[in-house]
């Protein structure tokens, strides 16, 4: 009985193992500040352009930040332009944070396109650099981005 038992949680273990069409990486910032001349940069390869992605920027911080949101230039390298995004992402309404929380620590996926948007094949980078008043930005664990494929 006890065999069949681990032969079935193992089946059902390899079946959940699948890949999933993600890229996700983050800087992580030691001080936990951000200062401005900061600009983690993250580099990826677009292999499959018959499907739509997400595209996220993913933020880390602490329960003491001080904001409800953060600006953000984004620098884009696709493989055929450079161009650079100056956003705002809300972080947090008058009652609570937005992302999602652990203890002191939040979370926030924060997407950047409104629908679903098609990719060329090739490489882009990612460079991002806060632009917030403060300097050095207190309470910052990590800031990185995330794609994904959307659903259909």
Known sequence: MQRILICLLLTVFIASCT??????KTFFFSSHEWKG????????????NSH???LYAVIRH?????YKNIWLNVQ???????YTLKREF???????????????????????????????????TFTLQQVMREEPLQ?????????EKANP
Do not use: C
């Open 37 to 48: 001349n900061d600009t983690p940069s993250f580099t990826f390869t677009i292999k499959d």
């Open 139 to 147: 309470y910052m664990l990590d800031a990185g981005i995330r794609v």
């Open 76 to 82: 884009v390298k696709t493989p055929d332009s450079v």
């Open 90 to 124: 809300i972080l947090a309404d008058n009652t609570k944070w937005l992302g999602s929380a652990m203890d002191d620590i939040i979370e926030h996926r924060l997407l950047f396109n409104s629908i679903p948007i098609l990719l060329k094949k090739g490489n882009y």
């Open 62 to 66: 602490g329960d003491a930040y001080r």
């Open 52 to 54: 739509l992605y997400n």
């Open 19 to 24: 890949t999933i069409d993600v890229y996700q």
